[in-house]
């Protein structure tokens, strides 16, 4: 599977939107992108996923690039509950392997 | 309802010790099963993966072994655990849809070998 690079940590303010960045430059044309948050001492929880066109559930919206070459997942309003790290995931076979994902710090 | 169960939820053992955890599935069929481990301070590495009765696969060479005995069980076992094996270990499932379904995490078990 192909690799994501994504920021160490970033930080927002409570009820701010915030716009996580995932690049995966080398992704390929089955590998679907994946958006796991783990919160301490918890398995990771999915969040959203998608391939070509943009996504929106209840928890977030997933914004693809249109040559794919990057996403981003947005959280229209971040709350104290949404302090976790975020997995940006590549996969078009059965594992899904995870890097050291972003760490959001929500700010009161 | 799809359920994890995942124990036990932590566990001290002694360097030299056998280890044995168990992961089972509720409320699917043919599910593909994953273990997972997390040492302190790092990402999720994944150990490995099954998609079926008796098939294992091995993502990274180590101290530990799977076994899917049946659809929905799947165990990480050790002949004799190392210092280096603590760490935070998580199953998971997903439905047979290669690359596109989500998976689901068990609540971990944080093994401590001491």
């Known amino acids: 599977d192909a690799k994501t690079t994504q920021p160490n940590s970033m930080e927002s303010n409570e009820e701010e939107p915030v716009h996580l960045p995932c690049n995966h430059s080398t992704i390929s044309g089955t590998d679907y992108i994946h958006w796991y948050r783990q919160l301490p001492s918890q398995g990771p929880e999915y969040v959203i996923h998608?391939?070509?066109s943009n996504v929106n559930n209840r928890m977030a919206s997933l914004a693809i690039a249109e040559d794919r070459k990057s996403s981003t997942l947005i959280l229209h309003r971040a709350t104290l509950r949404d302090a976790a790290v975020y997995y940006c995931i590549l996969s078009s076979g059965y594992a899904l392997n995870f890097g050291k994902g972003t760490s959001l710090l929500v700010t009161p | 309802s799809q359920t994890i169960h995942q124990w036990p939820a932590t566990l001290v053992q002694p360097v030299g010790s056998p280890l044995s955890l168990e992961c089972t599935v509720e409320g699917t069929s043919n599910p593909n099963l994953y273990w997972y481990r997390q040492a302190a301070g790092r990402g999720l590495q994944l150990l490995f993966y099954?998609?079926?009765?008796?098939?294992i696969s091995s993502e990274v060479p180590q101290n530990l072994s799977a076994s899917r005995p049946q659809d929905r069980q799947f165990i990480l076992s050790s002949k004799k655990l190392l210092l280096s094996d603590s760490g935070f270990y998580l199953c998971?499932?997903?439905?047979?849809?290669?690359?596109?379904?989500?998976?689901?995490f068990g609540q971990g078990t944080r093994l401590t070998v001491v």
């Open positions: 998971a499932w997903s439905s047979y849809d290669r690359g596109k379904t989500e998976a689901f």
């Open positions: 998608g391939l070509t």
């Open positions: 099954s998609v079926g009765i008796g098939q």
